[in-house]
């Protein structure tokens, strides 16, 4: 059974900083990226591109509007993956989910077979 499960949201000010973490079970190593997604408030569906993403070889990639200040890294087995904010907007409050993809390289939604249940980050201004 795959399980994905964040944790490390929280409530912080404007340009402050937040660790997130997501344990990945049950998939086998390099079978799939891994990836970010954020879910704004009233928006009743989540981006349809991961914010962050990151393949078995390391390989990341970064949405516009976080590159710069969010950084997607791995541990060695693959099957932690954490997310660093910094210089957190109001703009990036949001519901934030990690998810796992088997169609290797991708980072759209559509292509994450796995998902967590997800983590709230408010930024107040």
């Known amino acids: 059974q795959v399980q994905l499960a964040e944790r490390g949201g929280g409530s912080v000010q404007s340009g402050g900083s937040l660790k997130l973490s997501c344990v990945v079970s049950?998939?086998?190593?390099?079978?799939?990226?891994l990836g970010w997604f954020r879910q704004l408030p009233g928006v009743v569906e989540r981006e349809l591109g991961a914010?962050?993403?990151?393949?078995?070889?390391?390989?990341?990639t970064y949405a516009d509007s976080v590159k710069g200040r969010f950084t997607i890294s791995q541990n060695n087995a693959h099957n932690r993956v954490y997310l660093a904010l910094n210089s957190l907007k109001p703009e990036d409050t949001a519901m934030y989910y990690c998810?796992?993809?088997?169609?290797?390289?991708?980072?759209?939604?559509?292509?994450?077979?796995?998902w967590g249940q997800g983590t709230q980050v408010t930024v107040s201004s």
């Open positions: 998810a796992a993809s088997t169609v290797l390289d991708s980072r759209r939604a559509v292509d994450f077979n796995y």
């Open positions: 049950g998939l086998p190593f390099g079978d799939y990226c």
């Open positions: 914010i962050a993403g990151i393949d078995s070889d390391g390989t990341t």
